[in-house]
């Protein structure tokens, strides 16, 4: 089994910042790739960001240039760095882990999500 755990929400003005962490623990044989997704009241989820774990990161066009995401390998964690946050960035924020487990099955992963709350 897999588990992700996000945090790092919370409420912030127009303007600021906030860092959502996403860790995997469980019976984790590799890490093919990690993203966030997010989806605001009334909207479809939506892809933020991706990152391989062995090939180069992508984002929406909604984000290029204010958000960062990044990786720590020994723990099995990505970063989703939130700069510039603006009111439309308001949503619930959900981590996405592609894993294969030491039993040989590859399978999409979800965290609960953690929501990320701007005001103008």
């Known amino acids: 089994q897999v588990q992700l755990v996000e945090s790092g929400g919370g409420l912030v003005q127009a303007g600021g910042s906030l860092r959502l962490s996403c860790a995997a623990s469980?019976?984790?044989?590799?890490?093919?790739?990690m993203a966030w997704y997010r989806q605001a009241p009334g909207k479809q989820r939506e892809l933020v960001t991706t990152i391989p774990w062995g090939g180069s990161t992508d984002y929406a066009d909604s984000v290029k240039g204010r958000f960062t995401i990044s990786r720590d390998n020994a723990k099995n964690t990505v970063l989703l760095q939130m700069n510039d946050l603006k009111p439309e960035d308001t949503a619930v924020y959900y981590c996405?882990?592609?894993?294969?487990?030491?039993?040989?099955?590859?399978?999409?992963?979800w965290g609960q999500g953690t929501q990320v709350t701007v005001s103008s």
């Open positions: 469980g019976s984790i044989f590799n890490i093919n790739a």
């Open positions: 996405d882990a592609d894993i294969t487990t030491w039993y040989g099955r590859r399978n999409d992963n």
